[in-house]
């Protein structure tokens, strides 16, 4: 029998997950991602990707140097929500890793990225009315925003649609 003093701070220092991971011979998540950058050095050595921390870094510096809202929302949209701006890139990274998903194989891992893809797309499109309400509310003016993305734009009836009577011509270009 070992000394029961010894067993009481045996985990000292550890995480819940840590010794869960012990006790079911399993890896934790840093285990995982470690070994995942192991395997994957000299595929990332052929061409390094650069850390998009300074870029967001900068972005945030020159928005708390922002004097008006002008200037405010002009950063925050070219850093989060525009076109190439952080979001938009999100987005576009996790569509790519749920084509990369289906073309391997993944389909329930394609599915979640896709998932996650629609929300940072929903994301950058609330930011987006949220940084056009702040304008207006700047102007002291009403803002008209368009219906949100994933539901349909409510639409006036359109006429019926007229079908050509046999022998007659339809519309011409």
Known sequence: MSHPDFELYDNVG????Q???YNTNTPTIDDLHRRAHHYAR????EVPLPSPAPVIAASRERLTQAKDTDQFNA???QALTGENGALDEIHNTLKAAAAWCEKHNWPEQAHRYRVHADRVFNLAWSLSGLGTEHLAAAYDRPVSRPAAPHQPAKTPGL??????????AGPTR
């Open 14 to 17: 550890r995480t819940t997950e």
């Open 159 to 168: 006429p019926p649609a007229t079908t050509p009577r046999p022998g007659e």
């Open 19 to 21: 010794i869960h991971a």
């Open 42 to 45: 000299p595929f990332l050595n």
């Open 75 to 77: 950063v925050l949209d």
